[in-house]
């Protein structure tokens, strides 16, 4: 995938609860909810990406799970590769999003996601528990 811009997202799981967030910006997406994350530096390891912007824009550290399905393609021209993940230390806290939410496996579609995470949504409801995981 050379020449190919990715971004990374965490599918934070606790409780059999998905973590939303709200971003902030830029205002075409400002209002829209999302996965926590964001984009992987040149010559940085996507693992490591994610590791970092989960501390920068939630407070906390997380130990990542499988991957989510495949490339998620953003309408950027960007692709997203989604991983589950778990928070073992800290508490979420919204330091780069107007909000963060917490969804119980009927409220996935309570919030208006963005449409490039949509899809996302629908992969990570199988494979939460009491969903046919």
């Known amino acids: ?17 998905l973590l939303a967030a709200q971003r902030s910006g830029p205002p ?4 829209g909810w999302e996965f926590p994350g964001g984009k992987v530096d040149p010559g940085e390891d996507e693992h490591a990406a ?10 906390v550290q997380v130990v990542l799970g499988r991957r989510v399905g495949g490339d998620w393609p953003l309408d950027n021209g960007f692709l997203m590769h989604v991983w589950l993940a ?7 806290r919204p330091l780069e ?6 969804l119980e496996p009927h409220e996935l579609y309570d919030v208006p996601w963005l449409p490039a995470d949509l899809p996302v949504v629908a992969a990570i409801e199988k494979l939460l528990p009491g969903q046919g995981a």
């Open 97 to 102: 999003h107007l909000a963060l939410r917490w």
């Open 50 to 59: 994610l590791v970092r912007e989960c501390a920068e824009e939630l407070g």
């Open 86 to 92: 778990t928070v073992v230390t800290g508490v979420p």
């Open 28 to 31: 075409a997406l400002r209002g």
């Open 1 to 17: 995938m050379t020449g190919t811009r990715l971004v990374v997202g965490a599918a934070i799981v606790e409780g059999g609860r």
